[in-house]
């Protein structure tokens, strides 16, 4: 997959393309068909998105949110065919644009588009001025088709109907319930990352971990998940069962958030590695134990049902 990161990065041969626009956090169910949409043969399928999200400019001081980093949402974009991704950078004076200038200056002139697929509740140009049926006209105006993709619906962990939104898969996340935010991504949702130095207390409880920090991206509920683990780079490279915490660790006192994950059946160095960490279900709240010896205890018995819940479930990608 190509990524090009400003107009000035477009090619002749990038032009044409037929590409799904917007933030892409999580790139859940709705974001996909969104996606596929775009798809047609013979042309290049692309995905405008920007970077920083928007909400990070407009709010920078608000708690983290994102569901995945630049990185990761590239990564997943590339596994779904997208064969072009216009990661554009989002400031003020991109956000100053009239809808207008924004549609002509950025989606006809500059990238070059053929065709534009944005979900029906679509906003852009300055104050959010244009909606859907606005670049529809543009379109018609500078040379590229429109195409509205309707909002898609999932269910809430009480069994409700609502929009699959990456608002819904946050909500999810946030009160323990991995496995609706699962539904709703049509994956499980994973923590991205490179495994740094920790304080060691687990390999010295008999429970190596390996160590994440949690900088910039939403904090789902602290507590233990069992986790499927994959290894991205070095020796170690595989996929492997595991049990997690994420959280603060507050037997130890006041910690930064970030996740420790104990994998299964696992021997060797990952100081450096670039793993993937999926939730796959929530065993139980992070807790503060009196001491090594009921810590060590619950850390079997949550390596116990962790296996017993990963032989349960099945990925639902």
């Given at each position: 997959m190509r990524i090009i990161q400003s107009v000035a990065?477009?090619?002749?041969?990038?032009?044409?393309?037929?590409a799904a626009m917007g933030n892409f956090d999580g790139v859940h169910r709705g974001h996909r068909s969104v996606i596929d949409l775009a798809?047609?043969?013979?042309?290049?399928?692309?995905?405008?998105?920007?970077?920083?999200?928007p909400r990070q400019v407009f709010a920078p001081d608000a708690p983290p949110f994102r569901l995945m980093n630049a990185a990761s949402r590239a990564h997943?974009?590339?596994?779904?065919g997208v064969d072009t991704l216009f990661a554009l950078p989002f400031d003020r004076a991109l956000a100053g644009?009239?809808?207008?200038?924004?549609?002509?200056?950025?989606?006809?002139?500059?990238?070059?588009?053929?065709?534009?697929?944005?979900?029906?509740?679509?906003?852009?140009g300055k104050a959010r001025g244009g909606d859907v049926e606005a670049l529809e006209r543009f379109?018609?105006?500078?040379?590229?088709?429109?195409?509205?993709?309707?909002?898609?619906?999932?269910?809430?962990?009480?069994?409700?109907?609502?929009?699959?939104?990456?608002t819904a898969i946050r909500e999810a996340l946030t009160e323990g319930h991995p496995e609706t935010a699962a539904e709703m991504l049509g994956h499980w949702h994973?923590?991205?990352?490179?495994?740094?130095?920790?304080?060691?207390?687990?390999?010295?409880?008999?429970?190596?971990?390996a160590n994440m920090a949690l900088d910039g991206l939403l904090l789902p509920k602290f507590g233990v998940y069992a986790v499927e683990v994959r290894v991205l780079t070095g020796?170690?490279?595989?996929?492997?069962?595991?049990?997690?915490?994420?959280?603060?660790?507050?037997?130890?006192?006041?910690?930064?958030?970030?996740?420790?994950?104990?994998?299964?059946?696992?021997?060797?160095?990952?100081?450096g590695a670039e793993i993937s960490v999926a939730l796959v279900s929530y065993l139980r709240d992070e807790l503060k134990f009196d001491g090594i010896e009921p810590l060590i205890a619950q850390m079997h018995a949550d390596c116990d049902l962790a296996k017993a819940r990963l032989a349960e479930k099945r990925d639902p990608a």
């Open positions: 990065e477009v090619r002749p041969e990038d032009r044409g393309a037929s798809r047609r043969d013979g042309v290049p399928l692309g995905v405008v998105t920007f970077e920083p999200h997943r974009l590339e596994r779904i644009l009239e809808a207008e200038a924004f549609a002509r200056d950025v989606l006809a002139e500059g990238l070059g588009l053929s065709h534009v697929v944005v979900g029906e509740d679509f906003r852009f379109g018609r105006r500078y040379g590229f088709e429109v195409t509205a993709a309707p909002m898609l619906a999932g269910e809430t962990a009480a069994g409700e109907t609502a929009r699959v939104s990456s994973r923590i991205d990352g490179v495994v740094a130095h920790g304080d060691a207390r687990g390999r010295d409880l008999g429970f190596p971990t020796p170690h490279a595989g996929t492997y069962g595991g049990a997690a915490s994420l959280g603060v660790r507050p037997t130890f006192g006041v910690n930064a958030p970030n996740l420790e994950t104990y994998l299964f059946d696992f021997s060797g160095d990952l100081y």
